[in-house]
């Protein structure tokens, strides 16, 4: 496979479809909606382009890993309503 361009869309086989979100001759990254951010070896990966690249790309917005303090304060406030 070659180098990608961001924001394009593909299809793969595993994952489904995706969006590219960085890519180089050693590594491609792409965003899959249900499986998160994905990195693979660019020359061992195997895809299908499903679009081309838009002329101004997007990125999609990242997800959030909750942090101990607010697990914490959601424990300590489930508690309190008991």
């Known amino acids: 496979m070659q180098v990608l361009q961001e924001g394009q869309t593909i299809k793969h086989q595993q994952y489904g ?18 499986y998160g951010s994905k990195l693979f070896v660019t020359s061992l990966m195997t895809a299908e382009l499903i679009g081309e690249a838009p ?10 890993k909750s942090s101990a303090t607010a697990k914490a304060s959601k424990k300590a ?6």
């Open 17 to 34: 479809l995706g969006v590219v979100t960085a890519s180089d001759p050693e590594r491609t990254a792409i965003e899959f909606d249900d």
């Open 55 to 64: 002329a101004n790309p997007v990125k999609p917005k990242r997800r959030r």
């Open 77 to 82: 406030a489930a508690a309190a309503s008991r």
